[in-house]
């Protein structure tokens, strides 16, 4: 990472968006995120397919949500910059990344700075109301318009005592009809012996790792109308024709799915 460490970035305990910059393959984490990393694929060596498997669903929704219209994105939990962001996906967008990591932010800022159509902000998902509410926001996102909000493998680090349930009805109460909930979740369906050995592969984390089952996750998209194929694990989201799709049949591991406000949501 860079020499000189940014005011705030502490580096002697493992940070789950550098853990996932590691399983991305980037450069963007230290000696505590590697090592930290390096248990959890331990445990489940499938964690770097799947994270890459996560970034190409964020490419294949954003596009699929800019087709029908969409020209304002809400990133929340965007993590470090990588190839294939929203703005890049959708450049003619107007995209607000939000985040409530002092790496992520300090590298959002020097990357993404310059683009006139692309706002990063501080905040935090388990306070939506914050953030539906900051001005950057306000500024940025008409919200009487149908907007994309994406939570990407972010709330499985929202434990039940947050009430993930309830911080998704905050944002759906604040989206117009028609715009899009893009969200992704680890599940634990396939492999549920692991369960117990990743939560204590991120005890020392910046997050916790919550572990819940495809029906719990499923149930996250109360309220919206999901679109076909429904909430499928990742790869299997509209695949780009002629890919092939690892993991059929192997239950749920990384579910993914897009709903839809209706004109009643």
């Known amino acids: 990472m860079a020499d000189q460490i940014p005011k705030g970035v502490q580096t002697h305990i493992p940070n789950v968006a550098r853990m996932y910059d590691y ?83 300090v590298h959002g800022r020097a990357i993404l700075g310059k683009n006139e159509n692309v706002t990063i902000i501080e905040g935090d998902v388990r306070r939506p109301g914050e953030i539906l509410e900051h001005p950057d926001v306000r500024a940025a996102i008409d919200f009487d318009r149908p907007v994309g909000v994406l939570l990407l493998a972010i709330m499985h680090f929202i434990p039940d005592a947050d009430d993930p349930q309830g911080i998704v009805a905050t944002l759906r109460r604040a989206m117009a009809p028609g715009s899009h ?10 492999r549920p012996e692991a369960a117990d050995e990743m939560v204590k592969a991120y005890d020392q984390a910046s997050a916790p790792f919550v572990t819940r089952t495809g029906e719990e996750i499923v149930r996250l998209f109360d309220g919206f109308d999901v679109v076909e194929p429904g909430i499928v694990n990742l790869p299997e989201w509209r695949p780009v024709p002629g890919t092939v799709v690892p993991y059929r049949d192997v239950g749920s591991y990384f579910l993914g799915g897009v709903g839809v406000v209706s004109d009643g949501g």
């Open 23 to 105: 399983y991305l393959g980037g450069k963007d984490n230290f000696p505590v995120d590697r090592q930290a990393a390096e248990k959890a694929l331990e445990i489940i060596p499938e964690i770097r397919h799947g994270a890459r498997a996560n970034r190409a669903f964020l490419g294949r929704t954003v596009g699929f949500l800019a087709e029908a219209g969409i020209d304002q994105f809400l990133d929340i939990g965007t993590g470090l910059p990588t190839q294939n962001n929203v703005h890049q996906v959708a450049p003619d967008a107007r995209v607000v990344y939000v985040d409530n990591d002092p790496t992520v932010l």
């Open 181 to 190: 909930l893009v969200l992704s979740h680890v599940a634990i369906d396939a």
